[in-house]
């Protein structure tokens, strides 16, 4: 069974109710920005010019989205007369151009508001809203009284201008050196218009650009990649050559270089990876845990995914908790060296900061009661 093709009515419906959706939407959010600037005034007559800016901006938008809709419903429910869609579409006009003209009038200034320039382009913005609404509208009346074959020949039209544009952003890319870019516009044209001879042309300059950089650019590009390798930057360099490999993906050997950096950076990072882990073990084995910490935070930071992390994480309490102690029975020898100096000062501020990094510590409550005595051999000495 043949499948039913909608109408020229159906069609034009559904453009009807996407653009009210759309209109309504736009209204909403101009709307809701008025809103906000009019929050944000301390004069109550600034506040009320924009809250009432933003209650027509959001009027105008509901009403347009509602014709909008009741001239899609009315185009599946009968055949419209053009004497009618006519008649609706000039009413809609009038009533945006009406609230254009009462948003164009002056406002008798109160006081300079603090935010002049956002207010501003607020203002500006709910203005070219209804303009575009009204623009969209004077399109719909002069589509609704076409034919078929003048609204055919008018989406041809649209078509013919959206290629060209196409064309053009093409065209600029390939001057701009931005290859994934106008590869992706070349198959958006090749998709609707593969058989237009414009698109095969600037197909084959595409080609012809590219073949004659690709060259250049991946010997700059290799060049780059090699020595971002001999300074174990892999992250750069895997960075680099898979942006020329998006480039130009034809290329065969840009393809083997993105392999080969992906190949040995994992290489390097296995053996970072083992030579880290073997150090923290041996930290760990000597009790010198602050080191032990600070290879299990590289391990954590940079390879987090590796299968000696989760042992890693299993052991990172206990280890964390000898470098605390390990800290502190450090610093509570070094505050008994400064007291035996007789440099006090220094032991309480020594002491001070032990108490307030690590306050239920056994060294914390030992120097907290020492304190009053260190201030009175301070003020002594």
């Not at 201008?161 to 992706?184: C, F, Y």
């Not at 040995?264 to 930290?283: A, I, P, S």
């Not at 060296?337 to 220094?346: G, H, K, S, V």
Request: hydrophobic share 45%.
């Amino acid at each position: 069974m043949d499948q039913a093709h909608p109408t020229s009515n159906q069609l034009l419906s559904r453009w009807l109710n996407r653009a009210a959706v759309a209109g309504l939407l736009m209204g909403v959010v101009v709307g809701g920005l008025l809103f906000a600037q009019a929050a944000a005034q301390e004069h109550w007559l600034a506040a009320l010019r924009w809250l009432g800016e933003g209650v027509a901006v959001l009027a105008a938008a509901i009403f347009a989205a509602a014709v909008l809709s009741a001239l899609g419903r009315l185009l599946l429910m009968e055949p419209p007369t053009a004497h009618t869609l006519e008649r609706q579409t000039e009413r809609m006009v009038d009533e945006l151009q009406s609230l254009q003209a009462a948003l164009a009038r002056p406002v008798v200034p109160t006081a300079a508001p603090p935010h002049a320039a956002p207010l501003a382009e607020a203002d500006e913005t709910s203005r070219a809203l209804l303009a575009r609404m009204a623009e969209t509208l004077d399109d719909l009346r002069e589509v609704v009284l076409l034919s078929d074959e003048q609204r055919q020949a008018r989406r041809n039209q649209l078509e013919r201008a959206q290629t060209q544009s196409l064309l053009e952003e093409v065209d600029q890319s390939i001057k701009d050196g931005h290859w994934s870019r106008a590869s992706e516009l070349l198959r958006m044209l090749q998709q609707g218009q593969g058989d237009d001879p414009a698109v095969r042309q600037i197909a084959r300059r595409l080609a012809e650009a590219r073949a004659a950089t690709q060259r250049h650019t991946f010997s700059l590009v290799s060049r780059e990649v090699e020595n971002l390798m001999a300074t174990a930057d892999w992250d750069a360099a895997l960075e680099k050559i898979r942006k020329f490999h998006q480039d130009f993906a034809d290329c065969a050997e840009g393809k083997v270089l993105l392999e080969r950096v992906e190949h040995e950076r994992r290489l390097f990072g296995e053996q970072t990876v083992r030579q880290w882990y073997e150090q923290f073990k041996d930290e760990s084995e000597r009790k010198n845990w602050r080191r032990a910490l600070g290879l299990a935070q590289k391990l954590l930071e940079k390879f987090s995914d590796h299968t000696k992390c989760e042992k890693v994480r299993a052991q990172l309490p206990l280890v964390q908790q000898n470098a605390e102690i390990e800290e502190r029975q450090e610093q509570e020898q070094a505050i008994q060296l400064l007291i035996r100096t007789r440099r006090f000062d220094e032991a309480i501020e020594q002491a001070e900061l032990l108490i307030r990094r690590f306050p239920l510590s056994p060294q914390a409550q030992t120097l907290d009661a020492m304190l009053p005595r260190l201030r009175e051999m301070a003020l002594q000495a």
